[in-house]
C-alpha cells in the first residue's frame, strides 16, 4: 500500500463531495479540481489546486479540453514499480496522481429532459472524465479511482484508519465499479443516439428520443444487482435481482414490511401489478403462480378484494394480491384475515400498515407505476424482444358475430373477463360477472379442457356469466362445454378456419358471441 498525496476532484453530483474532501485534506492530501467542483471546494474553505496549474495549460474549448493532457494522464497511469516509468515522469515534470474522484455528465438526464435539443446532448457527452476513470481503473494497483458518491464515507474511514494508505482489494473493487460506470454510460449514449436520425439536409430529429417503437440493431442493457436473492424458483438456484436504477416498478418497489422478498413473489407481484394497471376503477387481483386467481371490480377497494376472495378462497391461500389504490385501514383488516405471501399497491395510509403490522412476515411493496415498454425473455444464444402486451379494446373495438347480441350487462362482463383473461396463462378461458372473476382455467394444452376447469373450480354460481378466450375456438366443442356450464356470452378473438361453426354453434346455444380481433396469448 501506498499513501494518498495528492487527487484530482471533478464531479458533476457533488452530494458527499465537501465533507469527503475536507477529510482528504485533514490527512494531508493535495487537492486538485476543476471548473464547478474547484468553486464548490474553495466556497467551502478548502485549499484547490487549479488543474490548468497542474497542466500548465488553460481550460479551453468551452470547458471541452480541461483533463486531456499528458500531465494528467500520466500522472495516473504511470506503474511506480517500473523504473521507465519514473525516468519518464521525472523527465517530462509529471507529478504523481494517487487519487481521482469523478463522476460524469448527467447525460441521461438531459436526453430524456422534454424539448431537449440537439447540441445540448452532444454537449453533455462527456469525454475528459471516462477516459481519466478508465486510466485510474487501469492502473488500479496504483491509483484508486472513485466513481460514487456512496462510497466517500467507507473510502475516508480506510484512508484514517491506515495512515492514508488504501488496500489493494479496496482499489481493485473501485476499479471494476469504475469500468461498470463507464460501461454504462457508454451504453446510455449509444442507446440516446441511435434514435436520432439525419435527413438529407443534415438536419438531426430527436423526436423519437426514448419513444422510438423500431428495435434496436444492437440491444444494449445495463442493470445494476439491487438485491442477492436467497435462491430462486426451487432452492437449488441461485438468484438475484437487478434495478434499472430508477425509483420506477416492481424491480425499485420500497418494502415497507415482512420477510426478504423471494424470486417467485417478485414474479408473482409483477403478474399481479400488470394485471391490477389494467382498470381505471378500484380493483383488486389475487395471484397464485403468476395466474389471477380471483379478480374483482368496486366502488372500494375493501369491496374490490371480497370479491375477488370469492372466486376461489382456497388458491388464494398464499398467493400474491396487486391493487390500483392506497390500501387503507378497512381494506387491510379484510386482508390481514387471509395468509398472503406479498402485496403490491401504489401505496399504504398509516392505519393500514397498523392493521398489517401483526403480520411480520407478511411482505408490503409499494410501487411507481411502470408499463414496460418491451418484455424480454432468455433462449439459449440469446435473447427474444417484443412489445408489451398494452393493447385495450372498447365496445366500440368489438364485432357482435352471433345472432343475437348481448346485453348491456353482459357487454360490461365481457370486457371485464377480456382484461382478465389477458393475464392467464394460455389455454385460457376465464368465466366473469360484471367485474368479478368466477372460474379461471389457465395453462391447459387444450383449449375445451381450459373451459372445463374454469367451470369446475367454479366455486359461485356459473348461470348467468360470461366467458372469455385468449384465442379463437378451433372447434365448437369449447363452446359447448361453456354453454352447458351456464355462461350465455363469449369473447374471443376469432380467425379461425372453422369460425362459422363456432357461431353457427353460438346461435344454436343462443350465445351472444363477440370478437375482438386481437389474441392474448401468454406464455
Known amino acids: 500500500m501506498a499513501k494518498i498525496k495528492r487527487a484530482i476532484l471533478s464531479v458533476t453530483d457533488k452530494t458527499g463531495l465537501v465533507p469527503f474532501a475536507q477529510r482528504l485534506s485533514a490527512l494531508g492530501v493535495e487537492l486538485i479540481s476543476t471548473g464547478g467542483t474547484a468553486r464548490t471546494l474553495r466556497d467551502a474553505g478548502l485549499a484547490v489546486r487549479d488543474i490548468s496549474d497542474l497542466t500548465g495549460f488553460p481550460e479551453m474549448l468551452d470547458g471541452r479540453v480541461k483533463t486531456l493532457h499528458p500531465k494528467v494522464h500520466g500522472g495516473i497511469l504511470h506503474v511506480r514499480s517500473n523504473p521507465a516509468h519514473l525516468a519518464a515522469v521525472r523527465e517530462h515534470g509529471i507529478e504523481p496522481v494517487d487519487m481521482l474522484v469523478v463522476n460524469l455528465y448527467a447525460f441521461e438526464k438531459t436526453a430524456s429532459k422534454p424539448g431537449v435539443h440537439f447540441e445540448e446532448i452532444v454537449e453533455n457527452i462527456d469525454i475528459g472524465g471516462p477516459s481519466m476513470v478508465r486510466s485510474a481503473a487501469k492502473n488500479f494497483q496504483d491509483v484508486a479511482i472513485v466513481t460514487a458518491a456512496a462510497d466517500y464515507d467507507s473510502i475516508a474511514a480506510e484512508l484514517e484508519q491506515h495512515s492514508g494508505e488504501l488496500s489493494l482489494k479496496t482499489k481493485w473493487s473501485l476499479a471494476q465499479k469504475a469500468f461498470a460506470t463507464t460501461a454504462a454510460y457508454d451504453t446510455a449514449i449509444a442507446n440516446a443516439l441511435a434514435e436520432i436520425t439525419m435527413d438529407e439536409a443534415s438536419h438531426f430529429d430527436i423526436s423519437q428520443l426514448g419513444q422510438s417503437a423500431a428495435f434496436p440493431q444492437a440491444l444494449r442493457l445495463h442493470f445494476h444487482k439491487a ?73 372500494t377497494l375493501a369491496q374490490a378484494y371480497v370479491r375477488a376472495l370469492e372466486c376461489d378462497p382456497v388458491s388464494a391461500f398464499g398467493g400474491v394480491i396487486g391493487v390500483n389504490r392506497v390500501i387503507d385501514h378497512d381494506t387491510a383488516t379484510e386482508m390481514a384475515k387471509l395468509f398472503v405471501e406479498a402485496i403490491a399497491a401504489p401505496g399504504f395510509t398509516p392505519e393500514a400498515l397498523e392493521a398489517f403490522a401483526k403480520k411480520k412476515n407478511l411482505r408490503l411493496v409499494q410501487i411507481d407505476d411502470l408499463r414496460q415498454k418491451w418484455v424480454l425473455k432468455n433462449v439459449s444464444g440469446g435473447v427474444l424482444v417484443q412489445d408489451n402486451d398494452l393493447r385495450l379494446l372498447t365496445e366500440a373495438d368489438l364485432k357482435v358475430v352471433s345472432k343475437r347480441p348481448p346485453s348491456a350487462e353482459e357487454m360490461r362482463a365481457l370486457l371485464f373477463a377480456w382484461k382478465v383473461c389477458k393475464h392467464v396463462k394460455s389455454n385460457a378461458i376465464l368465466y366473469a360477472r360484471d367485474g368479478q372473476s368466477v372460474g379461471v382455467g389457465a395453462g391447459q394444452m387444450s383449449r375445451v379442457d381450459s373451459a372445463r376447469i374454469g367451470a369446475e373450480k367454479a366455486v359461485l354460481p356459473l ?61
Not at 401489478?273 to 395471484?287: G, M, R
Request: aromatic share 6%; charged share 20%.
Open 227 to 299: 438485491a442477492d436473492l436467497r435462491y430462486g424458483e426451487n432452492p437449488h438456484q441461485r438468484a438475484a435481482l437487478y434495478s434499472d436504477g430508477t425509483t420506477l416498478g416492481v424491480a425499485n418497489g420500497r418494502q415497507l414490511q415482512g420477510k426478504e422478498l423471494s424470486y417467485n413473489n417478485i414474479v408473482d407481484l409483477q403478474a399481479a401489478w400488470d394485471l391490477a394497471q389494467e382498470f381505471t376503477e378500484p380493483v383488486c387481483a389475487i395471484i397464485k403462480h403468476t395466474n389471477p386467481c380471483g379478480t374483482a371490480t368496486a366502488a
Open 463 to 523: 348461470a348467468g356469466t360470461v366467458a372469455a378466450s385468449d384465442a379463437f375456438f378451433p372447434f365448437p366443442d369449447g363452446v359447448e362445454v361453456i354453454a352447458q356450464a351456464g355462461a350465455t356470452a363469449i369473447i374471443q378473438p376469432g380467425g379461425s378456419v372453422r369460425d362459422q361453426e363456432v357461431i353457427d354453434t353460438a346461435d344454436r346455444l343462443n350465445l351472444a358471441m363477440v370478437l375482438t380481433g386481437v389474441r392474448h396469448f401468454r406464455h
